[in-house]
């Protein structure tokens, strides 16, 4: 079971920047095998899938955040990034980490950090 770790949310106002990390740890196999993505869920909304990395690095974005968001990972520190700019107000949410080593596959989940963007 991978163990997942994020970090770096907060309060920021509107148009400002954060980056978002998830550590990952517990796992038997090598990190680069999973595919890594970021969701958010907003109060009252189901959770959306925001931005997702594969294996040989081909990212995938969310029509909402394309242009402003970025993701990457550093397969040598076992961590997914999330560089956020342009930030706005429906940006608010939790944003959780997802490992999984198969498209299909539910995957392990990180508890969450939370973003609020401030009018």
């Known amino acids: 079971q991978v163990q997942l770790v994020e970090s770096g949310g907060g309060l920021v106002q509107s148009g400002g920047s954060l980056r978002l990390s998830c550590a990952a740890a517990?796992?038997?196999?090598?990190?680069?095998?999973?595919?890594m993505r970021w969701y958010r869920q907003a109060p009252g909304k189901e959770r959306e899938l925001v931005a997702s990395?594969?294996?040989?690095?081909?990212?995938t974005y969310a029509d909402s955040v394309k242009g402003r968001f970025t993701i990457f990972r550093v397969n040598a520190k076992s961590t997914l990034y999330l560089q956020m700019t342009n930030l706005k107000a429906e940006d608010t949410a939790v944003y959780y980490c997802?490992?999984?080593?198969?498209?299909?596959?539910?995957?392990?989940w990180g508890q969450g950090t939370q973003v609020t963007v401030s009018a």
């Open positions: 517990g796992f038997t196999v090598t990190f680069g095998n999973f595919i």
């Open positions: 990395v594969d294996t040989v690095l081909r990212t």
């Open positions: 997802n490992a999984r080593l198969s498209v299909g596959s539910a995957g392990s």
